[in-house]
């Protein structure tokens, strides 16, 4: 049997819901899409799915990149955060924009570069074990 790309991601999403309403995770995202219009195709799927779960999403153009994820995942792709608690996007927005603040100071390296990605992480609800995994195995990271 085989299931379609479209099913498959909006099955994922469906997950990711439930994880989210039932507290597993802060922050849960979509499958990264290569263009807005592919991340949009979903976006009643996903409307149905935050009413079904009572959880919320945030459209997101340009995705938090950390060391966390092989760069090619995220970068210049579209997806949808899930979340439940308003103080979770903010959290969010707040560390995308103290990435770019860092960047633009030359501090985003060594610990500081670690940090965010952690944080990153702890939004995700990953586990401390988790992110060193993700990041120790990362062999593709942003420059």
């Known amino acids: ?44 799927g996903f409307q149905k799915l935050c009413a079904q779960y009572g959880v919320k999403m945030y ?30 996007l903010q ?6 924009e103290e990435k770019r603040a860092a960047q633009a100071a030359g501090a985003y390296v060594g610990e500081k570069r670690r940090e965010i990605a952690r944080r990153y992480g702890r939004l995700l609800s990953y586990s401390d074990e988790g992110m060193e995994r993700l990041l120790a195995g990362n062999q593709e990271k942003e420059l």
Do not use: W
């Open 1 to 44: 049997m085989s299931i379609d790309l479209f099913s498959y991601k909006l099955g994922a999403a469906d997950c990711f819901c439930e994880m989210v309403r039932a507290g597993v995770k802060s922050l849960a995202l979509s499958h990264p899409c290569a263009t807005r219009e592919e991340r949009d195709s979903f976006l009643p």
């Open 91 to 96: 959290e969010y927005l707040a560390l995308k």
């Open 59 to 88: 459209q997101e153009d340009e995705p938090l990149l950390t060391d966390l994820f092989p760069i090619s995942m995220n970068k210049g792709k579209f997806n949808v955060l899930f979340y439940q608690e308003d103080k979770v």
